[in-house]
């Protein structure tokens, strides 16, 4: 920690500084600008702690102010990812992950080996964070966030969220197209049903003779 105070006079010597009852080392002297820093060990209690400056002036009048710290030695939780933006599979190699951590907390994105530092960024009052990915290469990915709470303690990591950077040729996408009357006469109601050959993110588009089909 480190503590910092400026006195309103000359003083007879150094003040005294304690933190939690623990005296606090003198590191520089600016006139009556004084530094103080304190190696704050893990003994202490957690919580709020009193932090205090007492002294003497030259004429031995004495005078003390207190004021607190607070102590933080807890992990914040590992975050959780939510979903990606696009989801997953995607040809986008820069997804954005979405998810909960503490609250104000910095956030790391990670890649599979939990090594690769994807990007960062902080969560809001609510916990809500949104990191956009650097470039993920060709296949299927686990996504790892990992939490840094306001006092640098570090959290765990994540669930795996997994996604699936997908760049390959769709080859032969839709089969088994069927039209339904073939031929058809004016005011018929035309159906055209065909299976997909994988998932799909959006409903595929159908145009006849150029109009827009409807989804039934």
Do not use: C, W
């Amino acid at each position: 920690l480190a503590i910092s105070f400026e006195a309103t006079e000359l003083l007879s010597g150094d003040p005294t500084v304690t933190v939690a009852g623990n005296a606090a080392a003198k590191t520089g002297q600016f006139g009556l600008f004084y530094e103080y820093s304190y190696t704050v060990t893990g003994a202490e209690t957690e919580g709020l702690v009193p932090v205090s400056v007492s002294g003497s002036d030259r004429a031995g009048n004495p005078a003390s102010v207190m004021t607190n710290v607070t102590l933080d030695f807890t992990p914040p939780a590992p975050p959780t990812i939510t979903s990606t933006v696009p989801r997953s599979p995607s040809t986008d190699q820069t997804p954005v992950a979405e998810g909960l951590a503490e609250a104000n907390s910095i956030v790391r994105l990670f890649d599979t080996d939990q090594m690769r530092e994807l990007g960062s960024g902080q969560a809001d009052g609510s916990g809500i964070f949104s990191i956009a990915s650097l470039p993920l290469v060709q296949g299927v990915h686990q996504l790892y966030a990992r939490a840094t709470d306001g006092a640098g303690n570090l959290g765990g990591f994540s669930d795996a969220f997994t996604f699936e950077v997908d760049l390959s040729e769709s080859g032969q996408l839709f089969s088994n197209i069927a039209i339904s009357p073939d031929p058809a006469k004016q005011t018929d109601l035309i159906t055209i049903s065909f299976d997909a050959a994988e998932p799909l993110n959006n409903d595929p588009i159908v145009v006849l003779d150029g109009e827009l089909a409807t989804f039934l």
